[in-house]
């Protein structure tokens, strides 16, 4: 019975020891002062798809009141 | 450089909502939320106006300007746009939207709400044009196709215009100064007189 306390008390122990040991490391790694990224989506996702089509004039043309002759 | 605007000429829409189906079709929107939606106010009065409303890619978006995860940016044509792998779905951005137009797809566990999904102005995401990987996260990318987007081009009463903001703008000018005073529908004196108070 006795045998089996200590022995359980040594695992314990062992735990709290690496497991204090290891826990640091992580708040350490996680809390480490690092570059902050904003999102760069790059100019290719970013350049301009608007262009004037005949099919956007159409658009503009049907939409304004039709020219006096 | 032209920018992207919408326009709602109130005078002219109807609320027939054919713009917000016509979003929801083209770009196979999920259910339970709308990237457009039409606004009515006075409704059944004398005087009543509808205004179809979605993200208007405001020049200084707040809802960037609240993003903790920086996922929006601004296309070339000042068009406001978010990348879904970034987003978090915490939410900020709808709070911080005086449209309303930011929307989640899913009431989940623990507050969970999915990735925000809003108006594109038909102009996608950030992945690679008219490809089905961006069709399936922001839906038709019709502004790289040369056209605009499908809400104004349907509108039957051309009520909602979209386009270079300076070219509807002038096209708005126009109507206002030859129609002057409502919507120079026939019949708008008889069904609303001339005293009305807006």
Known sequence: MQDKRSRELSRRNFLRAFGGVSTTAVAAATLAPGEAHAYDPGEEETRARYRETDHIKAFYRVNSYPEKK | ?198
């Open chain 2, 1 to 198: 450089m032209a920018r992207m605007k919408f326009l709602c000429d109130a005078d002219r829409c109807i609320e027939c909502n054919a713009c917000v189906t016509a979003c929801k079709n083209e770009h196979d929107v999920p259910w339970g939320i709308n990237r457009r939606r039409v606004v009515t106010i006075n409704d059944g009065k004398p005087g009543e106006r509808s205004v179809s409303m979605a993200c208007m890619h405001c020049t200084d978006a707040p809802c960037a300007a609240v993003c903790p995860v920086d996922c929006f940016y601004t296309t070339a044509d000042a068009v406001v746009l978010h990348s879904k792998d970034l987003c978090i779905g915490c939410g900020y951005c709808f709070y911080a939207c005086p449209f309303g137009a930011p929307q989640y797809p899913r009431v989940g566990n623990f507050g969970t709400r999915g990735k925000m999904d809003k108006c594109t102005f038909c102009a996608a995401g950030p992945e690679e044009d008219s490809t089905e990987i961006e069709y399936a996260k922001y839906g038709a990318n019709r502004l790289a196709e040369g056209k605009l987007p499908l809400c104004a081009e349907m509108c039957s009463t051309k009520s909602l215009l979209a386009g270079d903001g300076e070219i509807i703008a002038a096209i708005y000018k126009e109507r206002v100064t030859q129609r002057g005073y409502g919507s120079g529908a026939w019949g708008w004196q008889t069904a609303y007189r001339e005293t009305v108070e807006v």
